[in-house]
């Protein structure tokens, strides 16, 4: 069995395990859903309403028979109802989740644009000032909060400058693309900022490495151009680390920038899963979650896929 195989058939196992985990921690919270979504009006219900209410959203039945029914309909694409839509939880998780991709991909292409040139330049400047200079904004990046920099950002580009809208009603991608464009440039450099600074550490890590390595050295020592060793020797093999990271980090973007989509009031899967959390849906959490979890596997294996196809001495196949 190769390894590609493999990771599939785990996929299934990972999968029942974080639903379990997700649906028991849910309801360890204090309240339950009714109240959560009713308020103060949910003491003026008789006992005959909460318990159709009970029976409506399948909160009658004990623990067990609530995950089995769950999970029987999750592997037929029905991860249930949502008490704070009153919608199918699919149906809500699709209609957010593209917001959260556009943030995800626009703050990687921020991050790969400034980190991966800067970690490159820090590497072939390495021990000289303009290193240090890389490396302390590197580190400054890594150690400040999302939310501050969220901050700074909108008050640099929106007050102080007024080049770019802090927030407002949010305008979907494919209705006003210039518009959306500009409404998402501000998160997305608030999380790429922060993926930049560790990608730029990386990059340049890895470059110091491969610099360094024999065969480097005689493609100097033949009278390569440097510019040719570094891009065309170096890069390809510093590669693999970038890659784990970024997909580490596209896992965890895909998961719902929370913090990002509350400032900017961005209607995402993570401002979703928050409010879902806060009115105790759990079916919208369970399903959210579960959802979450598959993107990141899924991204898992493409990066460990793309391993082999940076490295070729890497065979998958025989792990």
């Known amino acids: ?24 921690s849910i309801r360890l919270v204090p309240g339950d859903a009714i109240t959560a979504m009713l308020g103060t009006e949910a003491g003026l219900l008789t006992p005959a309403q909460r318990a159709a209410l009970e029976t409506y959203f399948g909160m009658d039945q004990s623990w067990f028979g609530q995950y089995w029914h769950w999970l029987g309909g999750a592997l037929h694409g029905d991860l249930g109802i949502s008490v704070t839509y009153g919608k199918p939880v699919l149906d809500v998780i699709l209609r957010v989740f593209p917001l959260t991709l556009e943030l995800a991909l626009l703050s990687m292409i921020v991050a790969l644009a400034i980190g991966l040139p800067a970690g490159i330049y820090a590497a072939t400047h390495a021990e000289k000032p303009s290193d240090l200079i890389v490396r302390v904004v590197a580190m400054i990046g890594q150690s400040t909060p999302s939310f501050v920099v969220a901050l700074l950002a909108i ?35 608030t999380l790429g900022f922060a993926f930049a600074a560790a990608v730029t550490r990386i990059s340049r890590s890895a470059m110091l490495d491969i610099l360094s390595d024999d065969y480097v050295r005689t493609a100097r020592a033949k009278g390569v151009p440097q510019r040719k060793v570094i891009w065309h020797h170096a890069l390809p093999n510093a590669l693999i680390p970038v890659v784990t990271v970024s997909g580490v980090e596209f896992g965890y973007l895909l998961g719902g920038a929370v913090i990002v989509e509350q400032v900017f009031a961005l209607p995402g899967l993570g401002r979703t899963v928050l409010d879902a959390i806060l009115q105790r849906d759990y079916a919208l959490v369970q399903g959210s979650v579960l959802f979450i979890a598959l993107n990141f596997m899924i991204v898992n294996l493409l990066v460990d896929l793309a391993y082999a196809a940076l490295d070729p001495r890497i065979r998958l196949g025989a792990q």
Do not use: C, H
């Not at 102080?160 to 997305?188: C, H, R, S, Y």
């Open 155 to 189: 008050y640099a580009l929106s007050v102080w400058f007024g080049v770019l809208p802090a927030m407002g009603t949010f305008t979907p991608l494919f209705e006003d693309p210039l518009k959306n464009l500009a409404q998402m440039i501000l998160p997305a450099l």
């Open 1 to 24: 069995m190769n390894y590609l195989t493999r990771r599939l058939v785990t996929f299934p196992l990972v999968m029942l395990g974080v639903s379990v985990l997700v649906f028991i």
